[in-house]
């Protein structure tokens, strides 16, 4: 019977190695058979040199999409906070003007000038999201 290629070379599954269990890949989760145990002070196993090499290239696993799925997250409640900032600038702005039979009233201590602006502005602010 003549060796195979591996053989000659001297790699393979040595005979002590050939009954490992199966490994799940640290880069990709596929399952593969492993050549050779993992050393002591080794906490990742690769199915390929190419799962190594993207591994430790990114960081760890799926590091990239990580990071995506995070930034996403971050632009996501950051809309949110300015929708809840809005909804309740707004909330604010209703609870001092109090309507009357007479018309609205203002409650005291509160500054005619400073609403004229916020009214102003959240008219502007509104102007401008119909227009974007």
Same mark, same amino acid.
């Given at each position: 019977?003549?060796?195979?290629?591996?053989?000659?070379?001297?790699?393979?599954?040595?005979?002590?190695?050939?009954?490992?269990?199966?490994?799940?890949?640290?880069?990709?989760?596929?399952?593969?058979?492993?050549?050779?145990?993992?050393?002591?002070?080794?906490?990742?196993?690769?199915?390929? $040199?190419?799962?190594?090499?993207?591994?430790?290239?990114?960081?760890?696993?799926? %590091?990239? &999409?990580?990071? #995506?799925? @995070? $930034?996403?997250?971050?632009?996501?409640?950051?809309?949110?906070?300015?929708?809840? %900032?809005? &909804?309740?600038? #707004?909330? @604010?702005?209703?609870?001092?003007?109090?309507?009357?039979?007479?018309?609205?009233?203002?409650?005291?201590?509160?500054?005619?000038?400073?609403?004229?602006?916020?009214?102003a502005r959240d008219a502007?602010?509104?102007?401008?999201?119909?227009?974007?």
């Amino acid at each position: 019977m003549t060796p195979s290629p591996a053989e000659k070379k001297g790699r393979g599954i040595s005979p002590n190695w050939s009954n490992l269990p199966r490994r799940r890949c640290a880069n990709c989760g596929k399952n593969y058979k492993p050549t050779r145990p993992l050393r002591p002070d080794q906490k990742h196993g690769f199915c390929s $040199k190419k799962c190594k090499d993207q591994f430790h290239k990114n960081g760890g696993a799926y %590091q990239k &999409l990580k990071d #995506e799925i @995070l $930034k996403r997250l971050d632009k996501e409640i950051d809309a949110l906070k300015d929708q809840l %900032q809005n &909804l309740v600038h #707004e909330e @604010l702005r209703l609870a001092r003007i109090v309507e009357t039979p007479e018309g609205p009233y203002i409650m005291p201590g509160v500054d005619t000038n400073k609403i004229a602006q916020e009214i102003a502005r959240d008219a502007a602010r509104d102007r401008k999201a119909r227009t974007s």
